[in-house]
């Protein structure tokens, strides 16, 4: 099968949705399908078999200078207008803007593909490609409506919680583009429940397809760390659980030596770089970030003890990349995390997501119990291993592709 994979935004440390697209579309071409990746910056890296077709914006928010103002020159098109007047009205314009190029340059290229897939997207663009005659499959990792109640919660002015209603415009398109979607695939039956709540899309046309993980996330060669406690936050955000962590920390440190590792890099002067100057935790915790796959998977295996201290997750690769480590873990009852470590108890300690107590006190337990962490993290590494591998995510990912590609052609009528 011919498969578009689109992306806005696709570099594999950008966060989960990266990882998903350089994982899936490399297991896609091992079972003998044609993957062409078409994405905006920051572009992936593909594996050997991939193609990738890049789909520039103006990358209002690359680094070192996010929200630059473009040189007039830059600006090439209507789109790249709407992409700068959606910026400097405080809104993010990357999904509507991305999705309009794509389907500009899917609508010259019909014949090339037999399916197109939209990795969480869901601008208006996806509608055109669908109403040109391309079968669609669009993944919903979770409805971002999770973040934006949670960074509401946590904004402190007006001024702040009028510019985030501003930011996360985009969400009503997004609502409006999966209620139409023919098919939609979730990773974890909480998401797909989010979905159907706040997106309101029809049930009958969601199914569930679990995430995978690297054979490089395996137990560590070396000995592990002591003391060292682990996290990884893709993003600088409430969402992620941080300020709780650190706040549990500074209570642990009181009792024993430690060491907390993040996986993570906090906007410079911002709220986690000051709560832990406040808590007086420069000396116990450090931050790494830009680490390949086998860096990452080296410090998750070097650790005691990982921490998913999320506020909401709708799958947490974090989680099962410690599990398959054979690290134990202590992780917030959020979202899909109970879902993935499984009902018995034996992958993890679950505690009430933003309860600095409950998490200090269930990550001093497993600190001080070794033997109890050995057989934590050989249970979690057993499920890791039987449950989520990518090939497995490519096999049912197909399987959807066809189904779409026969509701198109007007026979079974969907998930």
């Known amino acids: 099968m011919r498969v578009a ?18 994982h899936l579309s490399r297991e896609l071409v091992a079972l003998g399908h044609d993957v062409e990746v078409l994405s905006g910056q920051p572009y992936p890296v593909m594996d050997p078999g991939v193609r990738l077709t890049k789909v520039p914006s103006l990358d209002l928010y690359r680094e070192p200078d996010p929200f630059r103002v473009p040189h007039p020159r830059e600006i090439r098109d209507r789109i790249d207008l709407l992409e700068l007047a959606t910026m400097w009205t405080a809104g993010f314009p990357e999904p509507r803007t991305f999705s309009l190029r794509a389907a500009r340059l899917l609508r010259g290229r019909l014949g090339d ?40 919660a946590a904004a402190t002015s007006r001024r702040r919680r009028l510019a985030l209603r501003r930011w996360y415009g985009f969400l009503r398109m997004q609502a409006q583009v ?49 003391g060292r406690v682990v996290a990884m936050a893709s993003a600088d955000t409430p969402l992620k659980g941080v300020a709780t962590l650190l706040e549990a920390v500074a209570k642990l440190r009181t009792e024993r030596n430690l060491e907390l590792l993040l996986v993570s890099r906090p906007a410079p002067g911002g709220p986690t770089e000051r709560l832990v100057d406040r808590l007086g935790l420069a000396g116990c915790v450090r931050f790494v970030d830009g680490l390949s796959d086998a860096e990452l998977a080296a410090v998750v295996g070097s650790a005691d003890v990982a921490c998913v201290p999320s506020l909401y997750e709708g799958f947490s690769l974090p989680t099962v990349e410690a599990m398959a480590c054979q690290t134990p873990l202590v992780a917030s009852r959020a979202g899909a995390i109970p879902e993935v470590v499984g009902p018995d108890g034996l992958c993890a300690d679950l505690v009430a997501p933003g309860d ?10 497993l600190l001080d119990d070794p033997g109890r962490r050995e057989r934590m993290g050989v249970a979690g590494r057993r499920r890791a291993r039987s449950r989520f591998s990518w090939r497995s995510v490519a096999e049912a990912t197909a399987r959807a592709y066809a189904d779409a590609v026969d509701v198109r052609r007007g026979g079974r009528s969907g998930c």
């Open 5 to 22: 994979l689109l992306s806005y935004r696709s570099k594999p440390h950008c966060g989960g949705q990266g990882v998903y697209v350089r």
């Open 113 to 152: 593909f037999d399916v197109v897939h939209d990795n969480q997207t869901l601008g208006y663009g996806m509608l055109d490609i669908e109403r040109a005659g391309l079968p669609l499959v669009t993944t919903i990792h979770h409805p971002i409506t999770f973040d934006r109640r949670v960074d509401l």
């Open 178 to 226: 999966a209620r139409q979607a023919t098919s939609v695939l979730c990773p974890s039956a909480s998401s797909a429940r989010d979905v159907v709540t706040d997106f309101g899309v029809d049930p009958a046309r969601i199914r569930v397809v679990p995430l995978g993980v690297d054979d490089l996330f395996a137990p560590p060669a070396r000995p592990r760390v002591p």
């Open 356 to 365: 600095v107590g409950e998490l200090a006190a269930a990550l001093g337990r």
